[in-house]
């Protein structure tokens, strides 16, 4: 079946949420790094318990609600202006370096986000990036009020585009998020931005577990969720060769 459209996830994926660091560092020296692993469990963590509760708040209110417990829980003090700086980058988070180049190679296919991010924060931060050129269409869940993986979810990539899941290639390096579109009938690529080999030989080179090797630990390998995804790529620069692949 040819691919007409590649649809991605945004953060993670399109975006690297760690950029976030240097933010959170500059705020609390010394606590940057765990900072930012926090507040990105939480973040997710949020968006499905307020799934499975049915109590729905967009994703700006779950970041915000992310940060205030991560900051809470570590101890910190901070003022309003450093919350906003913090909460600011999420505006203004760095593209992975081969994205632009990826998405521009193949605007022969209708390109897209689907995200759990608001609609307001998506199309902040697409413009920022220069992405608002490239792509067709900015997907935010809220329509649907739940997020992903939710099977409604992935329901308004059909409805926004018009092409039947059997010929879209769902993009993310989230695993959770690749199992959760796969579970939904599309053509999913995983991003392996990080192996198994890398988290050994991380966790082997010191006798601490730093918090960023433990948050990959938790939310870059593959789940048991008895999905796999089609294909598994290292980098988003694989694409354009994968998607040309599936030509008949």
């Not at 560092?25 to 939480?42: D, H, L, N, S």
């Not at 101890?75 to 980058?89: C, Q, S, T, V």
């Not at 329509?143 to 939710?150: D, G, T």
Request: proline share 4%; glycine share 4%.
């Amino acid at each position: 079946m040819t691919i007409k459209a590649v649809v991605f996830d945004a953060y993670g994926t399109l975006y690297d949420i760690q950029s976030v660091a240097a933010v959170t560092e500059e705020a609390f020296p010394g606590y940057g790094e765990i900072v930012t692993q926090i507040w990105r469990i939480k973040q997710l963590e949020y968006t499905w318990l307020r799934s499975l509760m049915r109590r729905y708040e967009d994703f700006s209110v779950i970041t915000r609600d992310s940060l205030v417990y991560t900051l809470n829980v570590l101890g910190l003090k901070h003022d309003a202006a450093a919350f906003e700086r913090i909460m600011d980058k999420y505006l203004h988070l760095d593209l992975y370096p081969d994205a632009m180049a990826t998405l521009i190679a193949m605007k022969d296919r209708k390109l897209a986000i689907l995200s759990n991010g608001s609609t307001d924060m998506l199309n902040a931060l697409v413009h920022n990036s220069g992405l608002d050129r490239v792509l067709d269409a900015t997907i935010s869940i809220d329509s649907k009020k739940i997020f992903k993986p939710a099977p409604d979810a992935y329901t308004l990539i059909e409805a926004r585009l018009g092409i039947a899941p059997a010929e879209v290639l769902f993009v993310s390096s989230n695993p959770w998020d690749a199992c959760g579109a796969k579970a939904f009938g599309l053509n999913v690529a995983w991003i392996e931005r990080v192996t198994p080999q890398a988290m050994a030989l991380a966790c082997v080179k010191s006798d601490l577990v730093a918090p960023l090797t433990m948050f990959k630990a938790l939310r870059t390998q593959v789940d048991e969720l008895g999905v796999t995804p089609d294909h598994r790529i290292h980098a988003l620069s694989e694409l354009p060769d994968l998607v040309a692949a599936r030509e008949p």
